[in-house]
């Protein structure tokens, strides 16, 4: 019988970046034009293979609004990886992004995969040009995805790049070299 692994995943950033609509486009490939605000969390389950592992992913897209930062740190704990997201159009979550990782790690007591995304390529009004995110990218060592959620573009890639990236660590971990 094939051995389930399961990891849980945080989506951070700040609000309406668009987190809730990349997980529900990964976990069910549906779109919602209405934003609803994410209250504290929303939960959602990908099942998937990687290599020969059964794996499924555990989605916590965490609240991004300030309002709710006293009650983040709860939903980290046991994350094995991160999708880190911001909104091309709103050059402020970008800018933002060094507090998101700051309240990550002090959350999560290793190393864990991050993975960077920058959703909304759809729209033609981006504030950040593709260098100043390569740059951000390579500085801080994070595969950069440029993602919409509302066309699909590069969401299942980052999400799957992610998961094939934490078994990768757990493989390591488990070899008895």
């Known amino acids: 019988m094939e051995q389930l692994r399961i990891f849980k ?5 700040d609000a309406a970046v668009g987190k809730t609509s990349l997980s ?8 919602q034009y209405e934003y609803i605000k994410t209250i504290g969390s929303n939960f959602f389950v990908r099942d998937l293979h990687i290599e ?3 794996t499924r992913l555990l989605i916590w897209d965490l609240a991004g609004d ?6 983040r740190p709860i939903f980290y704990q046991g994350s094995f990886g991160a999708l880190l997201v ?5 050059r402020s979550t970008f800018d933002h ?8 790690r002090a959350n999560i007591e290793w190393d864990v995969p ?12 981006w504030e950040l040009t593709e260098s100043e995110i390569k740059s951000y990218s390579q500085k801080n060592a994070f ?10 573009q590069k969401v299942a890639a980052a999400f799957n790049r992610l998961a094939s990236e934490i078994t990768g660590i757990i493989v390591k971990l488990e070899s008895p070299d």
């Open 52 to 54: 020969e592992w059964r």
């Open 86 to 90: 911001f909104d091309i159009t709103r």
């Open 9 to 13: 995943i945080v989506v951070i950033g």
């Open 66 to 71: 300030e309002l709710f930062g006293r009650v």
């Open 24 to 31: 529900m486009r990964y976990s069910d490939n549906s779109f």
């Open 143 to 152: 595969p950069i995805y440029l993602t919409s959620a509302k066309t699909d």
């Open 114 to 125: 991050i993975i960077l995304a920058a959703n909304k390529v759809d729209c033609d009004n």
């Open 97 to 104: 992004l060094a507090g998101w990782l700051e309240e990550l």
